[in-house]
């Protein structure tokens, strides 16, 4: 099994960035594709950005696109997201989560195609 551990999240005002990690452990034979993944109260789960494996194709998609990028340290089993011109629009906990092996173009977005989920981490982005 694989456990997923988001941090980074916190406080910031409107402009600012944010800089968030996901750390995997456990059983992580043959690599795993990452995502990110973001759910603000009473919306549904909103796609925000994925990084393939093995080679570290990226995917974008909503809002966000433009104003993040998802990166990955293989040595250290984490996948990160910078998000920059934060928007109070923006506030939500932010999920990431892993696919054994790699992730289709076509699927990168839908969440019933990743198999582990972290607890997620609080983003809040003040006016």
């Known amino acids: 099994q694989v456990q997923l551990v988001e941090s980074g999240g916190g406080l910031v005002q409107a402009g600012g960035s944010l800089r968030l990690s996901c750390a995997a452990s456990?059983?992580?034979?043959?690599?795993?594709?990452m995502g990110w993944f973001r759910q603000a109260p009473g919306k549904e789960r909103e796609f925000v950005a994925a990084i393939n494996w093995p080679a570290a194709t990226t995917y974008y998609e909503g809002t966000m696109k433009g104003r993040v990028t998802i990166s990955r340290d293989n040595a250290k089993n984490t996948v990160y997201l910078q998000m920059n011109s934060l928007k109070p629009e923006d506030t939500a906990v932010y999920f990431c989560a892993a696919k054994h092996l790699r992730l289709t173009v076509i699927n990168a977005a839908k969440g019933d195609a990743y198999d582990y989920w972290g607890q997620g981490t609080q983003v809040t982005v003040s006016s």
């Open positions: 456990g059983r992580t034979f043959g690599g795993y594709a």
